[in-house]
């Protein structure tokens, strides 16, 4: 099962940031946050992930509280092809190496 | 730089007829080999995953198997096909626990 829970469903105005929250309450010390988003009848692509400090690429920013029971992650400026399907996951530490579990995820719907 | 491939991207098969699906990686040696399914409007399920030549685990009790006959390629597999097999099947791999797992573009399996 995964063990993040995650709205089913946000929208954002183009251009305005996108902030996708992610509860993992139950998240231990070694595990890694992980982000990743679908679109439509795609694979699933990277976007960034994270242990305890915050994280900023070029796709977006990570933030993870300080009890590390919820991040969220930040679109700074969306845009009509950021409309996806965004994951949150923590890394299973009872199944393989490196094994990610995927959870339902939000549907972000970024509109004009 | 590291590339996925994974073939076909749709395939129509018929009720107890046999399926492969081959997923290949180029530009990394010895990665973690990962297929996942999802059905339609659903998340990604975790089927089988492979740390080296020959190392197949499964995850899900199902009526598919896999092989890894060389260190960059990953099969999928079934004998005979039952129209619950139908979905997404999406091929990913990484380097080691908690590093990123990058996926190919899928294949879309419709039995009918």
């Known amino acids: 099962d995964a063990k993040t829970t995650q709205p089913p469903s946000m929208d954002c105005a183009e251009g305005r940031a996108a902030n996708l929250p992610c509860n993992h309450s139950?998240?231990?010390?070694?595990?890694?946050v992980y982000w990743y988003r679908q679109i439509h009848s795609q694979g699933p692509q990277y976007i960034i992930h994270?242990?305890?400090n915050n994280e900023t690429n070029e796709m977006a920013s990570l933030i993870i509280t300080e009890d590390r029971k919820s991040s969220t992650l930040i679109l700074p400026h969306a845009t009509l092809r950021d409309t996806a399907v965004y994951y949150c996951?923590?890394?299973?530490?009872?199944?393989?190496?490196?094994?990610?579990?995927f959870g339902k995820g939000t549907k972000l719907s970024v509109k004009p | 730089s590291q590339t996925i491939h994974q073939w076909p991207a749709t395939l129509v098969q018929p009720v107890g007829s046999p399926l492969s699906l081959e997923c290949t990686v180029e530009?990394?040696?010895?990665?973690?080999l990962y297929w996942y399914r999802q059905a339609a409007g659903r998340g990604l399920q975790l089927l089988f995953y492979?740390?080296?030549?020959?190392?197949i685990s499964s995850e899900v009790p199902q009526n598919l198997s896999a092989s890894r006959p060389q260190d960059r390629q990953f099969i999928l597999s079934s004998k005979k096909l039952l129209l619950s097999d139908s979905g997404f099947y999406l091929c990913?791999?990484?380097?080691?626990?908690?590093?990123?797992?990058?996926f190919g573009q899928g294949t879309r399996l419709t039995v009918v």
């Open positions: 990913a791999w990484n380097r080691a626990r908690n590093t990123e797992a990058f």
């Open positions: 139950t998240i231990s010390g070694n595990e890694y």
């Open positions: 994270g242990l305890k």
């Open positions: 996951i923590v890394r299973d530490p009872g199944g393989s190496q490196g094994n990610l579990i």
């Open positions: 530009g990394t040696s010895n990665p973690n």
């Open positions: 492979s740390v080296g030549i020959g190392q």
